[in-house]
């Protein structure tokens, strides 16, 4: 069974940065998409950012400000996230789209704080 890694999160401050990591336990295999959601208790899970083999897409709230990316050799994925706001502030979940089977691997999410 596969398992995903976050680390990352944290307190910040507004304007400040954050870098979230996404490890994969093993190579997956047959990868259609990888995402990062969040979530805000009481609200729904919120897709923020996909990246697919030959797209990047974000949620409008954190155009321009987050960047999705990868590491294959290191079985790994990235969200950045510049110029936060407290608004930001959420749980953020990582997550593996597969096609074998209709894999659907979770991360066990990580808290982003942002302070006014």
């Known amino acids: 069974q596969v398992q995903l890694v976050e680390s990352g999160g944290g307190l910040v401050q507004a304007g400040g940065s954050l870098r979230l990591s996404c490890a994969a336990s093993r190579s997956i295999v047959g990868i259609i998409a990888r995402n990062w959601y969040r979530q805000v208790p009481g609200n729904q899970r919120e897709l923020v950012a996909t990246?697919?083999?030959?797209?990047?897409t974000y949620a409008d709230a954190v155009k321009g400000r987050f960047t999705i990316s990868r590491d294959n050799a290191k079985n790994t994925f990235y969200l950045q996230m510049n110029s936060l706001k407290p608004e930001d502030t959420a749980v953020y979940y990582c997550?593996?789209?597969?096609?074998?089977?209709?894999?659907?691997?979770w991360g066990q999410g990580t808290q982003v704080t942002v302070s006014s």
């Open positions: 997550n593996v789209r597969s096609a074998i089977g209709g894999s659907s691997y």
């Open positions: 990246l697919t083999s030959g797209t990047t």
